[in-house]
Each structure stands twice: as structure tokens, then as C-alpha cells.
């Protein structure tokens, strides 16, 4: 059975930092492009990064690139999203999810989600 | 990049109606189209890529069609199950995008 379960959100003051993490389970991780999707309270979905399953590529939404680093441990089978210069706006649910190309890059599997709350 | 634009933005109807939401691309997709719903607390689900091809263990009351830059989400003989937010999203270019979405309510 796929498992994603992330960790590691919580309270943090603007221009403050923090570590997102996301334990894969139930698949062989290392073959599978994988997500960061966030979600603002009462908002719609916002895609943050993606990372190839050997992370030889990576991509950014604009309004995260350059404070947001995304990356991966298939050793662990885990994904990281690392946040700094974090503001109001980035207040919100942030998800991992799993990207299969056989089904056309669509996220077949997401995590429950970690909150990330930015507040003074 | 390219904006993804549904329609309409919320949807009042009756278990046993059939719906169907819009999405439209400011470009070309082909047909790298893909839709989720969510319920309140949960988070999203795949129903359907490809713009038309039902992901594993959705009912076929739902089906989707279009190709480059309009689409459409059919959702037949509504049950009480599907009252939702429905997104659309291209993974045609690596940063994907989605649609605002679409609230699905109870009339």
C-alpha cells in the first residue's frame, strides 16, 4: 500500500525557516517524480516543486524559487521540502504527492499534509 | 506559465442530476489534463488523466473529453458522494498548474 506521510510543519515567524519532510512507503521511490502542493486555509491548490526521481531535475513555482529548496534522500525514501525567508502568504497545508508518468505526470497519491502557519 | 480557468467557480445540484465543469487552458495541453476532488479536511484524489481515462476505482459516472485547450468533467447521476471541490490541472510543462476550482454543492 502507498504511504505518504509528512512531518515537520508548524509555527514559525516571517523570514524564519523550516524543514517539511515526507516518508514514502508501499513502492519503489527512487522511480517516481515526487510534489510539493500547498493549499492556503480556504484556497484552491497551489503546486510548489517537483523533483525527478533520480534528481537530476527540479522545478519551482516562481513565488517560492530562491527561498524554497526541494530534495530527496532515496535511501530513506523521503522527500524534503526546505523553506527559508518564509512570509504570511506562505501560510498554509503543504502536501507531498507522487507524480506516475504512466499516468500522464498525474499525482495519483498524496499525503495527508503538514500546516505550516507563518505568524508574528 | 501557463493558467489553467474552470468554470463556473460553484455548482448547485440534485443527487441523481448530471453536471459538467470546464477547464480551459491559456495554451495547448494535448490532452495532459488531469482532474482531483477533495472533500473538506481530506486531501485530493485522482478521478481521471490523460483528460479522459478513469483513474483506478472511479466510479464511471465520471468521464472527462477535450483535448488543447478545452475540457470538460461530466459527473452522471450525482450521488450524495460527489458534492466536492473538483480541480483541473495540465502536467504538460514540468510546473504544473491548477484551476481555481469548482464547488460542487447540494441543491
Known amino acids: 500500500e502507498v504511504q505518504l506521510v509528512e512531518s515537520g510543519g508548524g509555527l514559525v515567524k516571517p523570514g524564519g525557516s523550516l524543514r517539511l519532510s515526507c516518508a514514502a512507503s508501499?513502492?519503489?521511490?527512487?522511480?517516481?517524480?515526487m510534489n510539493w502542493v500547498r493549499q492556503a486555509p480556504g484556497k484552491g491548490l497551489e503546486w510548489v516543486a517537483v523533483?525527478?526521481?533520480?534528481?537530476?531535475?527540479?522545478f519551482y513555482a516562481d513565488s517560492v524559487k530562491g527561498r524554497f529548496t526541494i530534495s530527496r534522500d532515496n535511501a530513506k525514501t523521503t522527500l524534503y521540502l526546505h523553506m527559508n525567508s518564509l512570509t504570511v502568504g506562505d501560510t498554509g497545508l503543504y502536501y507531498c504527492?507522487?507524480?506516475?508518468?504512466?499516468?500522464?505526470?498525474?499525482?495519483?497519491?498524496w499525503g495527508q499534509g503538514t500546516m505550516v502557519s507563518v505568524s508574528s | 506559465d501557463i493558467q489553467m480557468t474552470q468554470s463556473p467557480p460553484s455548482l448547485s445540484a440534485s443527487v441523481g442530476d448530471t453536471v459538467t465543469i470546464t477547464c480551459r487552458a491559456s495554451?495547448?495541453?494535448?490532452?495532459?489534463l488531469n482532474w482531483y476532488q477533495q472533500k473538506p479536511g481530506r486531501a485530493p484524489n485522482l478521478l481521471i488523466y490523460?483528460?479522459?481515462l478513469l483513474h483506478t476505482g472511479v466510479p464511471s459516472r465520471f468521464s472527462g473529453s477535450g483535448s488543447g485547450t478545452e475540457f470538460t468533467l461530466t459527473i452522471s447521476s450525482l450521488q450524495p458522494e460527489d458534492f466536492a471541490i473538483y480541480y483541473c490541472?495540465?502536467?504538460?510543462?514540468?510546473?504544473?498548474?491548477f484551476g481555481q476550482g469548482t464547488q460542487l454543492e447540494i441543491k
Open positions: 504527492a507522487r507524480q506516475n508518468a504512466l499516468r500522464r505526470a498525474a499525482f495519483d497519491f
Open positions: 508501499g513502492f519503489t521511490f527512487n522511480t517516481y517524480g
Open positions: 523533483i525527478a526521481g533520480s534528481s537530476t531535475s527540479i
Open positions: 495554451q495547448t495541453i494535448n490532452s495532459n
Open positions: 490523460a483528460a479522459s
Open positions: 490541472q495540465q502536467s504538460y510543462t514540468p510546473s504544473v498548474t
